[in-house]
């Protein structure tokens, strides 16, 4: 705690002002969208193997599992919550878990409550895990990977690293968490086109970032997600959601499928920005700066000129890579953005 009052990193909880949002997942600009379930009429009561089930919940399950081409689907409270109930259960005593390097913290704690042990491979780096495959091949490997990572803003060569799991006889589970609602046929992730691969182990995808509601969800065999149901502890042992709120998904999920003229606003946003910075072909762009005093400057001077922006510093990045993490959004116009982008590189270039 003391290196981090020192160096400035020290994390504070705050209360966002309402600014112009460059800092929030909220892709589509679907969180503000009002829809019937609303209400919240009531909270959960109890965890939904006691009393917390509902039918809200499972019909939610069952619309997640049709719309994403899974054969079944479990909503948890949260992506966090999905990744360490399905990595911290499913690989046993005996079996590996190959991770890349810069995948999710959720991945890596629930990899750390499990039995198997585990092993990074080199950020997107196909032939690493080539490797690392062929050194593990007489065991039973997952390869944990993320679609879109959310501090670096890079795609993961899916279709590659799916081939050379495929190759080794292993079993690929990849964190959708912000591609979904963005990316792929109608917003349906990266990997929806390979839906029905064999080495294609689990999903997992959010709905509190492009979708506008809240919690995630692991799609995957019956066979996974009856054992999730039995051994997950991070699905048994908490409180189920409102019942409220597994309509939102489902209306929100469905919303979003259709809403195609707010992910061409999306990407035509994402054009325009990386007319003024290199960035990448998604909603999160990244502006390096390693002086942490330019950077805090930069938030607060963007605060008082009605901008929300986040700097990202270590240990959340490697020390050394810091940076501002803009998120854009289908609702900003082409006037802020091309404001903004002047803005920052007055301010930290």
């Avoid at 800092?23 to 917390?52: A, C, E, M």
Wanted: charged fraction near 25%; include cysteine.
């Amino acid at each position: 705690m003391t290196s981090r009052y020192s160096d400035g990193s020290l994390r504070k909880l705050r209360v966002t002002a309402p600014l112009t949002d460059f800092i929030s997942n909220d892709y589509l600009g679907l969180s503000l969208v009002p829809s019937k379930s609303d209400s919240f009429t009531h909270s959960g009561t109890g965890s939904r193997l006691i009393s917390g089930n509902s039918a809200s919940a499972e019909q939610a399950e069952n619309h997640i599992s049709k719309l994403f081409g899974a054969e079944r689907s479990l909503i948890f409270n949260s992506g966090y919550d999905a990744n360490l109930g399905l990595f911290s259960s499913v690989p046993q005593k005996g079996e590996v878990v190959l991770y890349d390097e810069l995948v999710h913290a959720s991945v890596r704690d629930g990899v750390r409550l499990s039995f198997a042990e585990s092993f990074s491979f080199k950020h997107n780096d196909v032939t690493d895990l080539a490797s690392k495959l062929q050194k593990y091949r007489d065991r039973t490997v997952f390869v944990a990977i993320e679609s879109y990572y959310s501090m670096d803003g890079d795609l993961a060569p899916v279709e590659e690293i799916l081939g050379v799991v495929a190759d080794y006889g292993a079993l690929l589970v990849v964190d959708e968490a912000h591609t979904c609602g963005v990316f792929g046929m109608q917003g349906l992730g990266m990997t929806y086109a390979f839906r029905d691969h064999p080495s294609l182990f689990a999903r997992v995808i959010t709905f509190g970032k492009a979708y506008g509601a809240h919690g995630g969800a692991v799609l995957g065999s019956e066979k996974l997600i009856e054992f999730l149901i039995n051994f997950s502890r991070s699905f048994i042992y908490t409180t189920a959601m409102p019942p409220d709120a597994y309509k939102r998904i489902e209306y929100m999920t469905r919303l979003a499928t259709e809403e195609n003229k707010r992910r061409e606003r999306l990407f035509a946003n994402i054009v325009a920005w990386n007319q003024h910075f290199e960035g990448n072909p998604g909603p999160i762009q990244v502006v390096p700066c390693t002086d942490k005093l330019k950077l805090t400057a930069c938030v607060e001077q963007a605060e008082q000129l009605g901008w929300a922006l986040k700097a990202v510093f270590s240990p959340t990045v490697p020390s050394g890579k810091e940076r501002l993490r803009i998120c854009i959004h289908s609702d900003h116009s082409e006037k802020e953005l091309e404001e903004l982008a002047l803005f920052i590189k007055e301010c930290i270039r």
